[in-house]
């Protein structure tokens, strides 16, 4: 089976084939032109699909609310604009005349480490992707957990500190105004003054300074973990952004969570993305082969 995927972020559509045994060739992107809107973005996206021959099937990680039943854009902000509503199934299948699966992109995450990564074999667990904010996906009882709207797991915004720090969904006190590695990095401007990123903040883990800012910020981590933990029993948590390459912070995580869980609740075991960059694409693949 010959399997066309796409990875559709904000900046850049990845693409690549792969075969039945997920394996994945041909890696290629171009950039979104979200600006162009979201009707042009999959005209492109259909102009590429046009290119390749013997295609089988084809599977679409992307970034927005989607009702993957219909592949549809149910919902999605600004950055892609008039991408809510777009029927994207209908559209490339029309188009190509193959069977298309449409996913969230950390759905396809979570997917993609469900079947080929860190998650393989559990079928409990929560995957949570610390970067600019901080996605989440739920995985219950052998799948995907969508909720009402399609929305379920926006771990970012659920309340860590009442009446806390706004927000960019208009709110206040969410975990990814704390937890987030760009919370990180504005904690750091706030405590030194200086400018830096992940990578550099970590290259100054033994600067005092830094290390305390560092360790405040994991325990805004944990903070958020533990409450989820108690919700969901998850036998693994899945923690997805390169910040997460950094061992020390999974490691202090871990200790940090055992101390303030319960005994009961301690087998709940926080390891980083394994399926990496190729996490969205394999778990988009998965759905296409599965339809
Ligand atoms: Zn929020």
Known sequence: MKILVFDIGG?????ALCDENFNLTDKKSVPTN????????????????????GIDRIGISTAGQVDSEKGMIVFATDSIPGYTGVQIKQIVEAE???????????NSAALGEAYFGAAKGEDNFLCLTYGTGIGGAIFLEGKLFKGNGCSAGEFGHFVTHA?????TCGGCGCYEAYASS??????????????????????????PEIRTVIDEWIDEIVVGLKGLVYIFNP??????GGIM????????????LAAELMPSFRCAKVVKAQAGNDANLLGAAYLAAKQ
């Not at 979200?34 to 021959?53: H, N, Q």
Request: glycine share 12%; charged share 30%.
């Open 11 to 15: 900046t850049e559509i990845k693409y």
């Open 34 to 53: 979200a600006y162009e809107g979201g009707k042009r973005l999959i005209e492109r996206v259909v102009e590429i699909a046009g290119t390749y021959s």
């Open 96 to 106: 190509i005349g193959v069977p298309c699966a449409v996913e969230n992109d950390v």
């Open 163 to 167: 009446g806390g720090k706004s927000c």
């Open 182 to 207: 760009g919370a990180l990095v504005r904690a750091v401007k706030a405590k030194t003054g200086r400018d830096l990123n992940g990578r550099e903040i970590f290259a100054e883990f033994d600067n």
């Open 235 to 240: 036998s693994l948590i899945v923690a997805g």
């Open 245 to 256: 390459n950094e061992k020390y912070i999974t490691d202090e995580i871990n200790v940090r």
